[in-house]
C-alpha cells in the first residue's frame, strides 16, 4: 500500500506554495516511483490468481476480505490493490470512526453507497496520478521550479531507457478499450449514476494521456519515424475521439463529457501535427526523419487514407505544408489535395477550437498548441491567400487569438514572414476596415509589455490612409497616372481638423473600384481620437443620431486601450488624451436609456488599471461622473452600473459592465471613497447574484469571487469592518456560500474537464473567501455584531433538515486534501468561533455542535497534524484551534487531548487486600494532540523558515495556555515526556542571532 494517496501526493508538489516538513518531497515521490513510472497500468484487473492470493493474505483480517472482494468487483482491480485503496480511503476521505465503519458494514443498504463512495475514490486517485507524473514530466527541466532537482531525479528514474512514452501509449490503448464498471450488485439507480462517472473519467484519463504524451515528446524531444505511423493507428482506432462523441450527443451525458470527447479528437489531431514536425523541416528538410526520409511515404499512405473526420483536418494540412516548406511548389502541387480535403473538412475551425480547450489552461500544453498552430498557420499565409480562398474569417479569428499568447507574440515581431504579411496588409486597409486591425492589436497588447510597446509604436506610423471615394468632394481631386492626386487637404473626420490628408497626396485606387489609398503616413492614435470626438458629437445630439458602425469602432478603440493599460499600466501618461476621451463620452452616454454595455465595460477596465497606482485619485475621477454607485446621505443611487445592470444585464445573462466595475472595486476598494461602491455590492449583487440568469455559467462564479474579493479588501480599515459586520444580508450570503460543504466542491472538482480550471476551482476560491471575510468579521472589534446577527443563530441552533450542523460543515473542510488553503481557512473560522464571548448567556459548544461526528473530526485533525505531508500553515491553524479550545471549550480539550478523566486520586499507602496486584495506573492523556505537538516542537528548534517560526511561536503560547488556565492532566503529561524541557527553552539555551520577533516571542 502507498503511504500517501494520490491526491495528497499532488497536492504536495503543485506549484501552490505548499510547505512541509524538509525532505518529504523527494522521499515520497521516490518512494513512489513505480507507481510512477506504471501509471495506471499499476492498477491491475482482478482474476481468479489475484483472488486466491488475496485470500491467502494473513495481513487482511478475515471480516475485511468479503467486503474487498466486493469493492474489487466494482471497481476492477486486483483484491490486494483494492485492499490499499480501501485503507488510503478510510484514512483520508471516511467521515466516521472505525466504530461507525463496523456497524455500517452490517447493514447491506449502506453498503452500496459507500461502495460507490470509494469507487469515486478511487477514479479520482487514477487521475491525480497522472496529474503528479504531469507536473514531474513539466517541471524536470525548469530551472525556474524550486523542485526541479526532486523532478530531474524522478523523472530518470520512471524514464529509464526512454520507456516512459512506450509506457503513456500503452496506458492510453488500455484506456480508450475500458468497459465500463460493473455496477449491476449496486442497484439501478445507483448503477445508472455510477456508469455516468466512469463515461467522465474515462474521457478525463484520455485527455490527460494525451497532453502527457505531448509534453514528453515536446520535452524530450526523443521521436522516432515510426512514432507517427503507429499513433495514429492507434488514434484510428476508435476514430479521432469522434464515435465516442457521437455516442454522447445521443444519449443523455452532461455538456462536460462532450467537451471531453470533443477535446480528445483535438489533441489527437495536435499530436500528429507535432511528430511531422514543421520546424525541423524549415531548419533541414533533407535531413528530416519523414520529409526527407524514407518514412515519407509510409505516412502519406496513412494520409491519403484519412479525409472524412473532422480531427483528420490538422494533420492533412500540416502534411501539405511540410511538403511545401521541404520542396516549394513541386511538393505543393503533389500534396495539394490533402490541403483541400482538410479545409473542405473546417480545418481551420478546428484550429481555433483546440487553441480554446480548457485544457491549455495548463502553461506548457498552451503553449505547445500555441506553437503548433502558428506553425501551421504561417506557412499557410506564406503559401497562399486565404482571403482568396474563402477563409477569411477563419483566418482573422485564428490570429487574432494566436497573437494573444506571450510566445507567439515575441516570435511574431522578430519574423517578417508569416503572419506580420498579414498584420501589414491589415495595416494598408486601416481606417476603412477598422475592426480587425483593432482586433489584431488589441492580442498583441494583451500578449506581454514588451509586444505591447512595440504594438503602440507600429499603430503609431501607418503607411497610408485607405478611404473611400464617396466621402471625399469630387472638386479637390485630380487625375495623376498613378490614380488621384489631392489639390487641397482633406479632413476625414468632420468636425475636426486633427487628421489631414495633405495637398499633394497620391491616392490608388483599388480593385473594387470605390476605394481609394492614400500614400500619407498617419498617427493610428490620432485616427482613435478622432473617432471618439466623432461619437461624441454624435451622443449630443441624441441617442437616434448615434451611428452603430462609429459606436462600434469606438468599442474597439476602447478594448485597445484596456488592453495595453493592463499589460503595462506605466504607460498610461501617454494614453491619458485618450482615456479621457473615452471617460466623458461613456458619461455623456449616462443621459440616454440603454447606455452601450461593452464600451461601458471597456471604459471601466481601463480606469481598473490606472487604479493599480493611484486608487484614490481615479476613483476620485469617475465619482464626478454618473458611471458609479453614490451615496446621497442615506440614498444609495446605482449609477449607470446598477441601471446597466437591471435593465440589461439580467435580462441577457451576460454581465461585462458589473464584472468591469467589481475589477475596478478589487483595487479601489481600500479607499474610503469606495464605500457607496461596496453598499451596492452589498445591498445587490451578494444577496441576488445566485438567482440571475447566465448565458455563461462560469461567469456567476467571476462575479461571486470579484464581489468577495473587493469585499475583502474594503475590511482592512475600521470603518468598513464595522459597516460590514452590521450588514446582515451580508452575513447571510457569507453563511449560504461558507456552507457548500467540503462533498459539493470536491464532486465540482471532479466533474472539471481538467483540473487547473472550472466551476469547482473556482468554488473552492469562493467559499475560501467567505470562511476568510466570516473569520475577519468575528475577530474584529464589532465581532459582537456578527455573532448576535445570522451567524450567531445559525451556530446556537439545531440544524435544519438533513443538512449538518454549520461548525460540523465547517470541521468537515479538514477533509478536503486537493488546496491546503479552503481547510486552514475554516480551522482559523472554527477556532474564533470557539473562543467567542459575545453572549454569556449562551455560550458556544462546538463539542455539541459536532455531536456523534466530534470522534471522527478528532481523528481528521490529528492524521492531518501528524502528517509528514501536510502543509506547516495547516498544522498552525490546528495548534491555534488547540489554543483557543483550552480558553472557552473544555469539552473539546478534553477529546482532542484524550484526557482519562476515570483517573481517581487514591491513597498510596493503601494496600489492597488479599494481597492483590496493584492494577498498572492509567494512562493520564491517551493518543491525543500533545504527542505530535511535542513532535513539532523538537523540528521546530532546527527550522529557520517563516511559517516554521510561526509554527513554534503557536505551540510556545499554545504550552503557556495549558499551565496558565490550569489544565493540570495536560501539563502534568507534558513535564513528565522526555525533552520537553531541552525542547522547551532550546530557544534560552541555544540562542540564535535573529531580530525576527516570532523568535523573541518564543524566548
Not at 496 to 505: L, M
Not at 930 to 955: F, K, Y
Given at each position: 500500500m502507498e503511504s500517501v494517496s494520490n491526491k495528497s501526493l499532488w497536492t504536495l508538489i503543485s506549484s501552490g506554495g505548499l510547505q512541509t516538513e524538509p525532505g518529504i518531497l523527494e522521499t515520497e515521490l521516490l518512494a513512489q516511483e513505480r507507481v510512477l513510472a506504471g501509471g495506471l497500468a499499476s492498477y491491475k484487473p482482478n482474476s481468479k490468481d489475484s483472488l486466491s492470493k488475496f485470500k491467502a493474505d494473513k495481513e487482511v483480517g478475515d471480516s475485511w476480505k468479503d467486503f474487498v472482494v466486493k469493492l474489487s468487483d466494482v471497481i476492477g482491480v486486483e483484491e490486494n490493490k483494492t485492499w490499499g485503496i480501501l485503507c488510503s480511503y478510510l484514512s483520508t476521505e471516511f467521515r466516521g470512526t472505525s466504530e461507525s465503519l463496523a456497524d455500517l458494514l452490517k447493514h447491506e443498504g449502506q453498503v452500496k453507497p459507500l461502495m460507490v463512495d470509494i469507487w469515486q475514490f478511487y477514479r479520482a486517485e487514477r487521475l491525480y496520478l497522472l496529474q503528479v507524473v504531469k507536473e514531474v514530466l513539466t517541471y524536470h527541466n525548469d530551472a525556474k521550479n524550486n523542485n526541479r532537482e526532486v523532478f530531474e531525479k524522478v523523472f530518470d528514474k520512471i524514464d529509464d531507457d526512454g520507456k516512459l512514452k512506450q509506457n503513456l501509449v500503452d496506458q492510453f490503448k488500455s484506456v480508450i478499450k475500458e468497459k465500463p464498471p460493473k455496477s449491476d450488485s449496486l442497484g439501478s439507480q445507483l448503477a445508472t449514476s455510477c456508469r455516468k462517472s466512469w463515461t467522465h473519467f474515462n474521457l478525463r484519463e484520455q485527455s490527460e494521456l494525451l497532453q502527457l504524451l505531448m509534453i514528453y515528446f515536446h520535452q524530450t524531444g526523443e521521436t522516432d519515424a515510426g512514432d507517427w505511423s503507429s499513433l495514429c493507428e492507434v488514434f484510428t482506432s476508435h476514430q479521432f475521439g469522434t464515435k465516442q462523441l457521437q455516442m454522447l450527443k445521443s444519449g443523455d451525458e452532461g455538456e462536460g463529457c462532450q467537451q471531453l470527447a470533443l477535446a480528445v479528437g483535438h489533441l489527437e489531431a495536435a499530436l500528429m501535427v507535432q511528430l511531422l514536425d514543421l520546424p525541423g523541416v524549415t531548419a533541414d528538410p533533407e535531413s528530416h526523419n519523414i520529409f526527407g526520409g524514407e518514412k515519407g511515404t509510409e505516412v502519406e499512405k496513412v494520409i491519403s487514407g484519412l479525409g472524412d473526420l473532422r480531427p483528420h483536418g490538422p494533420p492533412m494540412l500540416a502534411w501539405m505544408l511540410g511538403q511545401f516548406l521541404a520542396k516549394g511548389q513541386e511538393g505543393l502541387q503533389t500534396a495539394q489535395r490533402f490541403g483541400e480535403v482538410a479545409i473542405g473538412g473546417g480545418v481551420l475551425q478546428v484550429l481555433l477550437q483546440t487553441l480554446q480547450g480548457d485544457y491549455t489552461a495548463h502553461g506548457l500544453v498552451g503553449d505547445i498548441l500555441h506553437s503548433l498552430v502558428y506553425g501551421i498557420l504561417s506557412a499557410l499565409v506564406q503559401a497562399f491567400d486565404p482571403a482568396s480562398m474563402g477563409l477569411g474569417l477563419d483566418t482573422h479569428r485564428l490570429v487574432v487569438k494566436l497573437l494573444a499568447h506571450r510566445q507567439i507574440a515575441h516570435h511574431f515581431w522578430k519574423n517578417p514572414m508569416g503572419l506580420s504579411l498579414y498584420f501589414e496588409e491589415l495595416k494598408s486597409q486601416f481606417p476603412l476596415e477598422h475592426g480587425p486591425l483593432l482586433e489584431v492589436c488589441t492580442s498583441l497588447a494583451s500578449a506581454s509589455p514588451l509586444s505591447c510597446t512595440k504594438m503602440i509604436s507600429s499603430l503609431s506610423s501607418l503607411p497610408s490612409f485607405t478611404d473611400t471615394l464617396d466621402y471625399i468632394p469630387q472638386s479637390i481631386l485630380r487625375s495623376v497616372p498613378s490614380g488621384l492626386e489631392l489639390t487641397q487637404p482633406y479632413f476625414p473626420y468632420t468636425g475636426t481638423e486633427s487628421v489631414c490628408i495633405p495637398p499633394g497626396s497620391v491616392g490608388t485606387i483599388l480593385p473594387n473600384g470605390v476605394t481609394v489609398r492614400w500614400a500619407a503616413p498617419q498617427n493610428g492614435w490620432q485616427l482613435l481620437l478622432a473617432e471618439i470626438g466623432h461619437l461624441a458629437s454624435q451622443v449630443t445630439s441624441g441617442a437616434g443620431s448615434v451611428l452603430p458602425a462609429c459606436l462600434e469602432r469606438v468599442t474597439n478603440s476602447a478594448l485597445l486601450v484596456a488592453a495595453v493599460l493592463s499589460s503595462d499600466s506605466s504607460l498610461a501618461p501617454q494614453l491619458h488624451q485618450i482615456s479621457h476621451a473615452l471617460l466623458l463620452v461613456m458619461d455623456k452616454f449616462s443621459q440616454v436609456s440603454s447606455p452601450p454595455l461593452r464600451l461601458m465595460a471597456a471604459t471601466i477596465d481601463i480606469f481598473s488599471s490606472l487604479a493599480v497606482e493611484t486608487p484614490g485619485p481615479v476613483l476620485a475621477k469617475l465619482g464626478r461622473t454618473s458611471l458609479l454607485p453614490r451615496l446621497t446621505g442615506d440614498q444609495l443611487h446605482p449609477g449607470v452600473v446598477g441601471q446597466l445592470l437591471a435593465g440589461q444585464e439580467t435580462v441577457q445573462g451576460e454581465y461585462p459592465s458589473l464584472l468591469a466595475f467589481l475589477k475596478l472595486l478589487t483595487v479601489t476598494a481600500k479607499e474610503n471613497c469606495s464605500q457607496a461602491c461596496i453598499a451596492f455590492v452589498l445591498g445587490e449583487v451578494l444577496p441576488h447574484f445566485s438567482r440571475w440568469r447566465y448565458d455563461l455559467a462560469s461567469d456567476r462564479e467571476k462575479v461571486a469571487k470579484l464581489a468577495l474579493t473587493a469585499v475583502m479588501q474594503h475590511g482592512q480599515h475600521a470603518e468598513g469592518l464595522h459597516?460590514?459586520?452590521?450588514?446582515?444580508?451580508?452575513?447571510?450570503?457569507?453563511?449560504?456560500?461558507?456552507?457548500?460543504?467540503?462533498?459539493?466542491?470536491?464532486?465540482?472538482?471532479?466533474?472539471?474537464?481538467?483540473?487547473?480550471?472550472?466551476?469547482?476551482?473556482?468554488?473552492?476560491?469562493?467559499?475560501?473567501?467567505?470562511?476568510?471575510?466570516?473569520?475577519?468579521?468575528?475577530?474584529?472589534?464589532?465581532?459582537?455584531?456578527?455573532?448576535?446577527?445570522?451567524?450567531?443563530?445559525?451556530?446556537?441552533?439545531?440544524?435544519?433538515?438533513?443538512?449538518?450542523?454549520?461548525?460540523?460543515?465547517?470541521?468537515?473542510?479538514?477533509?478536503?486534501?486537493?488546496?491546503?488553503?479552503?481547510?486552514?481557512?475554516?480551522?482559523?473560522?472554527?477556532?474564533?468561533?470557539?473562543?467567542?464571548?459575545?453572549?454569556?448567556?449562551?455560550?458556544?459548544?462546538?463539542?455539541?455542535?459536532?455531536?456523534?461526528?466530534?470522534?471522527?473530526?478528532?481523528?481528521?485533525?490529528?492524521?492531518?497534524?501528524?502528517s509528514n505531508t501536510e502543509d506547516i500553515r495547516l498544522k498552525i491553524a490546528i495548534v491555534e484551534l488547540l489554543s483557543s479550545c483550552v480558553e472557552q471549550q473544555p469539552g473539546m480539550v478534553q477529546l482532542l487531548m484524550d484526557i482519562n478523566t476515570d483517573i481517581r486520586v487514591v491513597d498510596s499507602t493503601h494496600k489492597p487486600a488479599g494481597g492483590r496486584k496493584t492494577p498498572p495506573t492509567p494512562e493520564l492523556v491517551g493518543d491525543g494532540c500533545l504527542s505530535p505537538v511535542l513532535r513539532l516542537l523538537s523540528l521546530s528548534n532546527g527550522e529557520t523558515s517563516d511559517q516554521w517560526e510561526t509554527l513554534h511561536l503557536a505551540i510556545v503560547k499554545l504550552i503557556d495556555s495549558l499551565w496558565t488556565r490550569g489544565r493540570i492532566l495536560a501539563a502534568q503529561h507534558l513535564k513528565e515526556q522526555k525533552n520537553f524541557w531541552s525542547d522547551l527553552a532550546h530557544p534560552l539555551t541555544s540562542p540564535r542571532e535573529t531580530s525576527d520577533t516570532r523568535h523573541l516571542k518564543v524566548k
Amino acid at each position: 500500500m502507498e503511504s500517501v494517496s494520490n491526491k495528497s501526493l499532488w497536492t504536495l508538489i503543485s506549484s501552490g506554495g505548499l510547505q512541509t516538513e524538509p525532505g518529504i518531497l523527494e522521499t515520497e515521490l521516490l518512494a513512489q516511483e513505480r507507481v510512477l513510472a506504471g501509471g495506471l497500468a499499476s492498477y491491475k484487473p482482478n482474476s481468479k490468481d489475484s483472488l486466491s492470493k488475496f485470500k491467502a493474505d494473513k495481513e487482511v483480517g478475515d471480516s475485511w476480505k468479503d467486503f474487498v472482494v466486493k469493492l474489487s468487483d466494482v471497481i476492477g482491480v486486483e483484491e490486494n490493490k483494492t485492499w490499499g485503496i480501501l485503507c488510503s480511503y478510510l484514512s483520508t476521505e471516511f467521515r466516521g470512526t472505525s466504530e461507525s465503519l463496523a456497524d455500517l458494514l452490517k447493514h447491506e443498504g449502506q453498503v452500496k453507497p459507500l461502495m460507490v463512495d470509494i469507487w469515486q475514490f478511487y477514479r479520482a486517485e487514477r487521475l491525480y496520478l497522472l496529474q503528479v507524473v504531469k507536473e514531474v514530466l513539466t517541471y524536470h527541466n525548469d530551472a525556474k521550479n524550486n523542485n526541479r532537482e526532486v523532478f530531474e531525479k524522478v523523472f530518470d528514474k520512471i524514464d529509464d531507457d526512454g520507456k516512459l512514452k512506450q509506457n503513456l501509449v500503452d496506458q492510453f490503448k488500455s484506456v480508450i478499450k475500458e468497459k465500463p464498471p460493473k455496477s449491476d450488485s449496486l442497484g439501478s439507480q445507483l448503477a445508472t449514476s455510477c456508469r455516468k462517472s466512469w463515461t467522465h473519467f474515462n474521457l478525463r484519463e484520455q485527455s490527460e494521456l494525451l497532453q502527457l504524451l505531448m509534453i514528453y515528446f515536446h520535452q524530450t524531444g526523443e521521436t522516432d519515424a515510426g512514432d507517427w505511423s503507429s499513433l495514429c493507428e492507434v488514434f484510428t482506432s476508435h476514430q479521432f475521439g469522434t464515435k465516442q462523441l457521437q455516442m454522447l450527443k445521443s444519449g443523455d451525458e452532461g455538456e462536460g463529457c462532450q467537451q471531453l470527447a470533443l477535446a480528445v479528437g483535438h489533441l489527437e489531431a495536435a499530436l500528429m501535427v507535432q511528430l511531422l514536425d514543421l520546424p525541423g523541416v524549415t531548419a533541414d528538410p533533407e535531413s528530416h526523419n519523414i520529409f526527407g526520409g524514407e518514412k515519407g511515404t509510409e505516412v502519406e499512405k496513412v494520409i491519403s487514407g484519412l479525409g472524412d473526420l473532422r480531427p483528420h483536418g490538422p494533420p492533412m494540412l500540416a502534411w501539405m505544408l511540410g511538403q511545401f516548406l521541404a520542396k516549394g511548389q513541386e511538393g505543393l502541387q503533389t500534396a495539394q489535395r490533402f490541403g483541400e480535403v482538410a479545409i473542405g473538412g473546417g480545418v481551420l475551425q478546428v484550429l481555433l477550437q483546440t487553441l480554446q480547450g480548457d485544457y491549455t489552461a495548463h502553461g506548457l500544453v498552451g503553449d505547445i498548441l500555441h506553437s503548433l498552430v502558428y506553425g501551421i498557420l504561417s506557412a499557410l499565409v506564406q503559401a497562399f491567400d486565404p482571403a482568396s480562398m474563402g477563409l477569411g474569417l477563419d483566418t482573422h479569428r485564428l490570429v487574432v487569438k494566436l497573437l494573444a499568447h506571450r510566445q507567439i507574440a515575441h516570435h511574431f515581431w522578430k519574423n517578417p514572414m508569416g503572419l506580420s504579411l498579414y498584420f501589414e496588409e491589415l495595416k494598408s486597409q486601416f481606417p476603412l476596415e477598422h475592426g480587425p486591425l483593432l482586433e489584431v492589436c488589441t492580442s498583441l497588447a494583451s500578449a506581454s509589455p514588451l509586444s505591447c510597446t512595440k504594438m503602440i509604436s507600429s499603430l503609431s506610423s501607418l503607411p497610408s490612409f485607405t478611404d473611400t471615394l464617396d466621402y471625399i468632394p469630387q472638386s479637390i481631386l485630380r487625375s495623376v497616372p498613378s490614380g488621384l492626386e489631392l489639390t487641397q487637404p482633406y479632413f476625414p473626420y468632420t468636425g475636426t481638423e486633427s487628421v489631414c490628408i495633405p495637398p499633394g497626396s497620391v491616392g490608388t485606387i483599388l480593385p473594387n473600384g470605390v476605394t481609394v489609398r492614400w500614400a500619407a503616413p498617419q498617427n493610428g492614435w490620432q485616427l482613435l481620437l478622432a473617432e471618439i470626438g466623432h461619437l461624441a458629437s454624435q451622443v449630443t445630439s441624441g441617442a437616434g443620431s448615434v451611428l452603430p458602425a462609429c459606436l462600434e469602432r469606438v468599442t474597439n478603440s476602447a478594448l485597445l486601450v484596456a488592453a495595453v493599460l493592463s499589460s503595462d499600466s506605466s504607460l498610461a501618461p501617454q494614453l491619458h488624451q485618450i482615456s479621457h476621451a473615452l471617460l466623458l463620452v461613456m458619461d455623456k452616454f449616462s443621459q440616454v436609456s440603454s447606455p452601450p454595455l461593452r464600451l461601458m465595460a471597456a471604459t471601466i477596465d481601463i480606469f481598473s488599471s490606472l487604479a493599480v497606482e493611484t486608487p484614490g485619485p481615479v476613483l476620485a475621477k469617475l465619482g464626478r461622473t454618473s458611471l458609479l454607485p453614490r451615496l446621497t446621505g442615506d440614498q444609495l443611487h446605482p449609477g449607470v452600473v446598477g441601471q446597466l445592470l437591471a435593465g440589461q444585464e439580467t435580462v441577457q445573462g451576460e454581465y461585462p459592465s458589473l464584472l468591469a466595475f467589481l475589477k475596478l472595486l478589487t483595487v479601489t476598494a481600500k479607499e474610503n471613497c469606495s464605500q457607496a461602491c461596496i453598499a451596492f455590492v452589498l445591498g445587490e449583487v451578494l444577496p441576488h447574484f445566485s438567482r440571475w440568469r447566465y448565458d455563461l455559467a462560469s461567469d456567476r462564479e467571476k462575479v461571486a469571487k470579484l464581489a468577495l474579493t473587493a469585499v475583502m479588501q474594503h475590511g482592512q480599515h475600521a470603518e468598513g469592518l464595522h459597516m460590514m459586520a452590521s450588514d446582515r444580508g451580508l452575513a447571510r450570503s457569507l453563511l449560504v456560500l461558507s456552507s457548500t460543504g467540503d462533498r459539493a466542491v470536491q464532486t465540482l472538482l471532479e466533474n472539471q474537464t481538467n483540473w487547473e480550471v472550472g466551476r469547482g476551482a473556482d468554488l473552492v476560491d469562493i467559499v475560501q473567501l467567505s470562511l476568510t471575510i466570516l473569520n475577519m468579521l468575528v475577530t474584529s472589534p464589532s465581532g459582537h455584531l456578527v455573532m448576535t446577527g445570522p451567524v450567531g443563530h445559525a451556530i446556537r441552533s439545531p440544524p435544519a433538515g438533513a443538512a449538518p450542523h454549520y461548525l460540523l460543515t465547517l470541521a468537515h473542510y479538514t477533509y478536503f486534501h486537493h488546496k491546503p488553503e479552503l481547510a486552514i481557512a475554516a480551522v482559523k473560522l472554527l477556532s474564533s468561533i470557539s473562543v467567542d464571548t459575545s453572549d454569556q448567556n449562551c455560550p458556544v459548544s462546538v463539542l455539541a455542535c459536532l455531536s456523534s461526528a466530534a470522534t471522527a473530526v478528532r481523528d481528521q485533525l490529528l492524521a492531518r497534524l501528524e502528517s509528514n505531508t501536510e502543509d506547516i500553515r495547516l498544522k498552525i491553524a490546528i495548534v491555534e484551534l488547540l489554543s483557543s479550545c483550552v480558553e472557552q471549550q473544555p469539552g473539546m480539550v478534553q477529546l482532542l487531548m484524550d484526557i482519562n478523566t476515570d483517573i481517581r486520586v487514591v491513597d498510596s499507602t493503601h494496600k489492597p487486600a488479599g494481597g492483590r496486584k496493584t492494577p498498572p495506573t492509567p494512562e493520564l492523556v491517551g493518543d491525543g494532540c500533545l504527542s505530535p505537538v511535542l513532535r513539532l516542537l523538537s523540528l521546530s528548534n532546527g527550522e529557520t523558515s517563516d511559517q516554521w517560526e510561526t509554527l513554534h511561536l503557536a505551540i510556545v503560547k499554545l504550552i503557556d495556555s495549558l499551565w496558565t488556565r490550569g489544565r493540570i492532566l495536560a501539563a502534568q503529561h507534558l513535564k513528565e515526556q522526555k525533552n520537553f524541557w531541552s525542547d522547551l527553552a532550546h530557544p534560552l539555551t541555544s540562542p540564535r542571532e535573529t531580530s525576527d520577533t516570532r523568535h523573541l516571542k518564543v524566548k
